[in-house]
């Protein structure tokens, strides 16, 4: 599985417009274990291993990383269809000390006609 991003960040308090890109490429591999591979246009490469739980909820945890930081990644569906999704971080020799740095909801939008 394919996920791509675009995003476009106005300019604000003095910080310049900013566009930020990423892909995302999901699979399973030979021992059944799901993994992912994130990259953005801001040089950011993580790799993930992906638990998907009885609930349908989805857990994106980055591999250990010797004196680099953790990352979890959450999405888990909502009633009424919506997906709240969540990025944490983990300080370096912390990995399960994770703090939320973004969270959202998402709703599948219908195509134009």
């Known amino acids: 599985m394919v996920q791509t991003n ?3 960040y ?4 003095g910080r310049p417009h900013l566009v930020h890109d990423d892909l995302m490429i999901i ?3 030979e021992n059944g274990e799901v993994r992912a591979d994130y990259y953005d246009t801001e040089g950011h490469v993580i790799h993930y291993r992906v638990n998907v739980a009885q609930s349908g909820d989805v857990t994106f945890r980055s591999d250990p990383s010797a004196g680099g930081p ?3 990644l959450k999405y888990k569906l909502q009633q009424g269809g919506a997906v709240r999704g969540e990025f944490a971080i983990a300080p370096p020799g912390s990995p399960g000390a994770f703090k939320v740095y973004l969270s959202w909801e998402m709703r599948k939008q219908p ?3």
């Not at 106005?10 to 308090?13: E, K, V």
């Open 10 to 13: 106005p300019a604000s308090g």
């Open 111 to 113: 195509k134009a006609q």
């Open 27 to 29: 699979c399973r591999i």
């Open 6 to 8: 675009h995003a476009e």
């Open 70 to 72: 953790g990352y979890r």
